[in-house]
């Protein structure tokens, strides 16, 4: 079982909709991610949040909005999305390692279970 | 882009066969994870090998890192109907910390 809590775990949402994914973890981990999975393919990357300030946004369209109230806690909101966005979106968290040669080095990331999201 | 590759894309082999996929990247990195996902599911970590490191085993699974080839490879030995997953390789791209996948490698095991 995994310890990072994804809800809700089914979507359906119209394009004119507003709608929120929720993520919770409590493993004191204080990087929190969120990715995106179509099918068949790798999860891709969209925002990572670092002591609960965004550090990473791969250029993810507007639409998409992250929010980090607090340690435990990933929101991702959604707005005017478009078909194409449906997808597994999932979350994960991990303890934030830095390394002096590499940065952030990297450290094992837990994932949820995703939701999946539907667009129509 | 995707940091790392795998290879092969897919992979069918009988239940007691071994499986091997490899995965190659193209920074200098300090680990490289493995991860799996059944379908539909999150990912599950496997293994962690740091790149001090040139091979690492846990169970079933076996892990080898060549950081001057840049590859990495897992086998998993004596596989089980279980074993039936996507297999991703991962590792951290740049020093704040983007984490990205391989294009992930399907292994199927028939019984």
């Known amino acids: 079982d995994t310890e990072v809590t994804q809800t809700p775990k089914h979507l359906v949402m119209g394009m004119t909709n507003k709608k929120s994914l929720k993520c919770e973890q409590h493993?004191?981990?204080?990087?929190m991610y969120w990715y995106k999975q179509k099918a068949k393919k790798p999860p891709e990357l969209m925002f990572v949040?670092?002591?609960?300030?965004?550090?990473i946004n791969e250029s993810v369209p507007s639409r998409f909005s992250p929010e980090c109230p607090n340690s435990s806690l990933l929101n991702l909101h959604l707005h005017a999305l478009q078909p194409e966005d449906s997808a597994l979106y999932l979350c994960?968290?991990?303890?934030?390692?830095?390394?002096?040669?590499?940065?952030?080095?990297?450290?094992?990331?837990?994932f949820g279970e995703g939701s999946w999201l539907t667009v129509v | 882009s995707q940091q790392g590759e795998e290879d092969p894309q897919a992979l069918s082999i009988q239940e007691g066969e071994n499986a091997t996929m490899n995965c190659s990247y193209k920074?200098?990195?300090?680990?490289l994870q493995w991860y799996r996902q059944n379908s539909g599911r999150g990912l599950v970590h496997l293994i962690l090998i740091r790149s001090n490191e040139r091979e690492k085993h846990s169970g079933r699974l076996r892990v080898t890192l060549d950081t001057s080839k840049k590859s990495s490879s897992l086998l998993i030995t004596a596989s089980r109907a279980a074993d039936t997953a996507s297999y991703f390789c991962a590792t951290v791209t740049d020093s704040w910390g983007k984490f990205q996948f391989g294009a992930g490698t399907q292994v199927v095991v028939t019984p």
């Open positions: 493993m004191g981990h204080r990087a």
């Open positions: 949040y670092s002591y609960e300030k965004l550090s």
């Open positions: 994960a968290s991990s303890q934030v390692v830095w390394d002096s040669t590499y940065g952030i080095s990297g450290n094992t990331i837990y």
């Open positions: 920074t200098s990195i300090n680990n």
